[in-house]
């Protein structure tokens, strides 16, 4: 299928994202994200229906299609003139007028040309035009289309004081009828809200606007004359492809991904780790783009540009989850959908009864113009979007992945934790500390041999220690070679013989002896077996006891033996342990504990991959199995053991955000209405709470980036 990516202009609100997504979903399109704050909207096309068709729809709903985000993305740029804040603008002078008049005029004398209804008329018109080229124009494409929004609500408020008015001037009532400021007021006051709104969303977007600023820098490329000699060339990494060579010097910012051919240096990841420390990185090593060198120079060859760098996959990871709605959002979008129409009817209903019950059109109308502006659906509807677009920026930040929002809610309700040992709890950086070889006919520079040619295929951190220990240019040739999970690395030469080299289950029926790491085996003869030794994490000790300390149960699951993980066990305090299981059992295990409580599980390998899909939150390392990462729900950059309290803690942390905004939401609404509708409030100081209150969520929701988490 092919994922479609927008950047949507004229959302102003929540039911205007839900609209777009019910007109996509009605035209067969799967897997929708639109996400509010940034606008932007992402899709999977399927059926017949072509990309102008869509576009097409979409601009008749009302909205308008501003990019196309198939390329590298680039960052928003600030806009200080935004278009609400200069409607506000245009239209806060003749409302200032109109308010003077019926406030302070009665103390200060300026003539009585203000009190004069055709004047308050000429002053109201050209906010009234700018409030229906807006807000009138919104609501009419929405009412059209089936899907209304908020502004039918402000355009029916302003329209009926207004109307009203003009009722008194033309029939000479302009005594009993002078609501013009009614109008004015409400139009201008909500352009400052929507203006209000827009500048606090923006500023939860602070933490993704960083990291995609940092996409375009300049590079040095190293090219060649016919001399052979170099020759450097300033250019920008945009244009820079796969296979280039760079010179990257102290205080440049890595331009893309690389790796190094020549010198070393020190370089700050923090924009990808969240650690700010220096890291030294040698010959051979990976350089991410974006990460910004202290000290050192080097001469490097691309890897990825654009989309393909780890820069670049990060952001559409955090855009991407942003974008989707977390089971706590459907209640209030099942709420949103038909609270426009329910205020509608509480509106009217207002109007009969205080006019039956007063006998006076006045008040009756200005009652009921103020339930119509006082109701807000865009708390309803900002109150998941905005904490989750904090959550994921600060997580981001911090080094901490979410593939969806889903997760940030998940973990609220986590009750235990699984480990798996190798590369999880342990470092991973084995070392050979012994090995024995038990065939009489095999030589130890064979044995060797054999173990490096069969490990060096292997992503597993036992593997990758012995191909680094005994690598070797003379390497045995195989015709067929694979990695079986949780068992090892299978192969057969051109001679038919069948090589093996993994755990004792693999050499199960040709010994007893089961303390070791690993069993090379030729046909069915054991060559002999390798002991590597491995450390625990630094952190996994604090890990362990912060876990405990919030009441979460802890678990083991590995495929190592039994003596070592009770070791590990013991050492690190873990109840639970399951030793020696296959990637198979492991599945069965996390199958089982999902039905006590919610299980995280934390794993790196491949053979981890099936139990990380199955628990009720998959979390992996960055440096883990490619396989491992894309199952995860969740992935922990540098050091990820140790930001594992600070995913579990933000992921607490945003989920309470959204109920607190979801109850001022609701609470805000249940409130306002009918105080409005007894007319204990004015439509002007509606107008002014309805927009303050969804900055009061943005601000609830913006404090999540400085609040402590763990």
């Given at each position: 299928m092919t994922v479609t990516k927008w950047k949507v202009g004229g959302m102003d609100?929540?039911?205007?994202?839900?609209?777009?997504?019910?007109?996509?979903?009605?035209?067969?399109?799967?897997?929708?994200?639109?996400?509010f704050a940034t606008g932007d909207v992402q899709f999977e096309q399927t059926g017949a229906r072509t990309e102008e068709f869509l576009e097409k729809g979409i601009e008749k709903l009302g909205y308008t299609i501003e990019g196309k985000n198939n390329g590298p993305l680039t960052a928003d740029k600030p806009n200080r003139f935004s278009p609400q804040l200069v409607r506000f603008l245009l239209c806060l002078p003749s409302t200032l007028l109109l308010l003077f008049s019926h406030t302070l005029g009665g103390w200060i004398h300026l003539g009585n040309w203000l009190h004069n209804h055709w004047v308050q008329l000429a002053l109201t018109i050209p906010v009234y035009i700018i409030g229906m080229n807006f807000f009138g124009a919104s609501a009419w494409k929405s009412?059209?289309?089936?899907?209304?929004?908020?502004?039918?609500?402000?355009?029916?408020?302003?329209?009926?004081?207004?109307?009203?008015?003009?009722?008194?001037?033309?029939?000479?009532?302009?005594?009993?009828?002078?609501?013009?400021?009614?109008?004015?007021?409400?139009?201008?006051?909500?352009?400052?809200?929507?203006?209000?709104?827009?500048?606090?969303?923006?500023?939860?977007?602070?933490?993704?606007?960083?990291?995609?600023?940092?996409?375009?820098?300049?590079?040095?490329?190293?090219?060649?004359?016919?001399?052979?000699h170099e020759q450097y060339f300033p250019v920008e990494n945009t244009q820079l492809h796969v296979g280039d060579l760079i010179l990257i010097k102290t205080g440049e910012q890595v331009p893309v991904d690389c790796k190094i051919l020549w010198g070393e240096l020190h370089v700050n990841e923090s924009i990808i780790t969240g650690e700010s420390l220096p890291v030294h990185r040698l010959a051979k090593d990976k350089l991410i783009g974006g990460s910004l060198v202290t000290d050192g120079t080097v001469k490097a060859q691309v890897t990825a540009t654009g989309e393909d760098t780890v820069l670049s996959g990060i952001i559409q990871l955090v855009k991407e989850a942003q974008g989707e709605k977390p089971p706590v959002q459907q209640l209030a979008d099942r709420i949103s959908a038909i609270f426009i129409p329910t205020v509608l009817l509480i509106a009217a209903g207002c109007f009969v009864l205080n006019y039956f019950m007063l006998h006076d059109l006045g008040t009756a109308l200005l009652r009921s113009i103020a339930v119509l502006v006082i109701a807000c659906p865009c708390a309803m509807g900002l109150a998941t979007p905005a904490a989750i677009a904090v959550g994921l920026g600060r997580a981001a930040r911090s080094g901490i992945l979410f593939r969806n929002a889903k997760s940030l809610e998940l973990f609220q309700q986590i009750g235990q934790v699984v480990f798996d040992k190798t590369g999880t709890l342990t470092t991973g950086q084995?070392?050979?500390?012994?090995?024995?070889?038990?065939?009489?006919?095999?030589?130890?520079?064979?044995?060797?041999?054999?173990?490096?040619?069969?490990?060096?295929?292997?992503?597993?951190?036992?593997?990758?220690?012995?191909?680094?220990?005994?690598?070797?240019?003379?390497?045995?040739?195989?015709?067929?070679?694979?990695?079986?999970?949780?068992?090892?690395?299978?192969?057969?030469?051109?001679?038919?013989?069948?090589?093996?080299?993994?755990?004792?289950?693999?050499?199960?029926?040709?010994?007893?002896?089961?303390?070791h790491n690993l069993y090379l085996k030729k046909n069915n003869t054991l060559l002999g077996w390798i002991d590597v030794a491995d450390q625990v994490r630094p952190e996994a000790q604090t890990v362990i006891n912060y876990l405990h300390q919030k009441k979460i149960k802890t678990i083991l699951l590995s495929g190592d033996t039994a003596e070592r993980c009770e070791k590990l066990a013991q050492q690190l305090g873990i109840g639970v342990i399951f030793a020696e299981k296959s990637p198979a059992d492991k599945l069965t295990i996390l199958e089982s504990l999902n039905q006590e409580k919610p299980t995280a599980m934390v794993g790196d390998g491949i053979n981890d991959a099936p139990a990380l899909a199955k628990a009720t939150i998959g979390i992996s390392m960055n440096d883990a199995s490619q396989l491992a990462v894309q199952t995860a729900q969740v992935v922990?950059?540098?050091?990820?053991?140790?930001?594992?309290?600070?995913?579990?803690?933000?992921?607490?942390?945003?989920?309470?955000?959204?109920?607190?905004?979801?109850?001022?939401?609701?609470?805000?609404?249940?409130i306002a209405i009918p105080v409005a509708a007894f007319g204990y409030l004015t439509p002007t100081f509606g107008a002014l709470v309805m927009g303050l209150s969804d900055v009061v969520l943005a601000i609830n929701s913006v404090r999540l980036f400085v609040k402590r988490v763990e």
């Open positions: 609100c929540s039911t205007c994202a839900l609209n777009i997504q019910r007109y996509l979903d009605k035209e067969g399109m799967k897997n929708i994200r639109v996400n009412i059209r289309n089936q899907m209304p929004n908020m502004n039918v609500l402000i355009t029916l408020g302003a329209t009926a004081a207004f109307g009203y008015s003009l009722y008194g001037s033309l029939s000479e009532q302009a005594e009993n009828f002078m609501f013009y400021e009614t109008a004015a007021t409400i139009i201008t006051l909500v352009f400052l809200g929507n203006y209000l709104e827009d500048a606090s969303i923006a500023s939860t977007q602070r933490a993704l606007q960083q990291l995609i600023k940092s996409q375009k820098v300049m590079a040095t490329m190293i090219a060649f004359d016919d001399e052979h084995f070392e050979i500390g012994n090995f024995t070889v038990t065939d009489p006919t095999t030589s130890v520079e064979q044995f060797k041999l054999l173990a490096y040619s069969l490990e060096k295929y292997s992503n597993h951190p036992i593997a990758q220690c012995i191909s680094k220990s005994w690598k070797t240019t003379n390497e045995q040739r195989f015709k067929k070679i694979e990695e079986i999970k949780g068992l090892g690395m299978l192969a057969t030469d051109q001679a038919g013989n069948t090589f093996s080299i993994g755990s004792w289950k693999t050499v199960a029926a040709l010994t007893q002896e089961h303390s922990l950059m540098n050091q990820g053991l140790k930001k594992l309290p600070a995913a579990l803690g933000l992921g607490r942390h945003t989920y309470l955000t959204i109920k607190q905004n979801l109850f001022w939401a609701f609470a805000y609404n249940v």
